[in-house]
C-alpha cells in the first residue's frame, strides 16, 4: 500500500482525466473529478452543428469534432496499455473499421469509465472557477454547477492534476479587419453544407486542414489551402479534385474581398477557415501556480508534467503534441500518482529547474521556435520508455512504436487512402497477440 494517501481534484474527464482517476485510485488515493460536460469524453464527445456567436472563438463548446472526423492512427496503437482499443463488444464497439470514427473513440472511452468504474468519481456539469494555494502545501478548487449563480463552493484538496486538454482555445492567423468576408476556426467546424457553392481558404497544413479541406471540397465551388511550409512559387491542384487547389502561405487580404497568396496567386474568397491549432489555456489557474502560458511554453514544467516551485501537489497530464496520447496518458498518470504517494522522490526544486532550463538549450540548439515546446515528433517513446521506468513498469511495445511509424510513412505515401489501405498486417498480427491477456 502507498505510504500516503491524498483527497485530489482531477480537472477534465476526457481521456487524461479519467486514466489519471484511474492510475490515483490504483495508487490508494481518493479523486474527484470535475466534468463541464454532461458526459465522459473530452474533446471526443462531438457537439452537434450550431452557429456559434464568436465563430473565431472558443464559444460554447469544448469539443472541435467535425462530423466526418475518422482517427489518423491505427486504432491497435490508440488504447491504453491495459484496455486494447479493438472491435469488441467489451469496447462497445460498433465501427470495426481499423480507423474508426469519432464516435467509436467515444465509445471506447465509455467502456473504459464503465469498466474501471469511474464514472462514480466524476461530477459532472461542473466548472472548476479557480484554484488557488493554501497553506501546507494544500489547494483549494472553487466550482459551481452550470446554470447556478453565484461564487460557487470552495473545497481544500492535497493537490490538484490538471487534465483539461489542449484543443479547445483557438490559435488565430492575423487577417486584416478590413477583409470583408466570413472568418471561423476549425474548432467550429462540423459539416460541409453551409459552404454550398462558396469560394473558401484554408489555413494549415495539420491532419484537420487536410480533412476538412478535402470535406468542404465537397459542396464549395472552390477549396484554397494556404500552407506556409509550401514553397513560395507555387498553386498545384491536388490530384482527384476539380475544386481544390494548394497554395502557399497568405500574403495579404484586401478590402474588395481578394486574398493574395506569396505564390503570386489571388482569388476572391467569401470564407477563411483557421485550422491553425489550439493554445494552452488554464483560465482557473492563478499566478500563485507558478506556471505561465508564453508562445504555446507552458513553463516551467519538469518533464512537462510538474511546476518545480510547487511539485508534486499541482501536475498537468496530456500537454504534449504530436504523440499517440493515451498511452502517454497513462504512464505520466502513473508516474503522477506514484510520487504523491511517496514511492517515487522527485529531484529537488533546483534540480528540476536545471532539468527545464537544460531542455530548452537543447531546443534552441535544434532550432526549434517556443511554441514547439511540447511538440514530442522526435522523442515520444524516449519519453514514454523513461517515464515508464520511473514506473518500473514494461516500455512501451515494439509493434506499437513501429506502427506508428509505419502509418507515417503511409500518410505521405498515401494521403488520400491510408485510412484504408495499408501493409503493416505483420503489426497487427503481433498487437492482437499481446491484446489477449487483456480480452
Known sequence: MPSVSLRLAV?????AGLVAARELRREGHAPVVFERAAAVGGTWLYAPPAAPSDPLGAAATHSSLYASLRTNLPRESMGFLDFPFVAAEATGSADPR??????????????????FDLLRLVRFETEVLGVRREGRGRWAVTSRKLGDKGSGQEEVYDAVVVCNGHYTEPRIAVIPDAWPGKQMHSHNYRVPEPFLDQVVIVIGASASAFDIS???????????????STPLRRCVKQPGYNNLWLHSMIDRAQEDGRVVFRDGS???????MHCTGYLYDFPFL?????????????????KHVFPPEVAPQL???????????FPLFELQSKWVAKVLSGRIVLPSKEEMM??????YSKLEARG????????????????????????????IEEWRKQMYFFNGYNKAARPESYRDEWDDDDLVEDANGDFKKYL
Open 11 to 15: 480537472i477534465g474527464a476526457g481521456a
Open 98 to 115: 481499423r480507423f474508426p470514427g469519432h464516435e467509436e473513440v467515444l465509445r471506447y472511452l465509455e467502456a473504459f469509465a464503465r469498466r
Open 214 to 228: 478535402r470535406d468542404i471540397a465537397s459542396t464549395a465551388k472552390q477549396v484554397h489551402i494556404a500552407d506556409r
Open 266 to 272: 489571388s482569388i476572391k474568397a467569401d470564407v477563411i
Open 286 to 302: 492563478g499566478d500563485d501556480s507558478t506556471i505561465t502560458v508564453d508562445d504555446n511554453r507552458v513553463d516551467p514544467l519538469y
Open 315 to 325: 501536475s498537468f497530464i496530456g500537454l504534449p503534441w504530436k504523440v499517440i496520447p
Open 354 to 359: 536545471e532539468d527545464v532550463k537544460a531542455f
Open 368 to 395: 526549434w521556435p517556443k511554441r514547439y515546446t511540447h511538440n514530442f515528433s522526435n522523442c515520444q517513446f524516449e519519453y514514454d520508455d523513461w517515464l515508464a521506468a520511473q514506473c518500473s513498469y514494461p516500455t
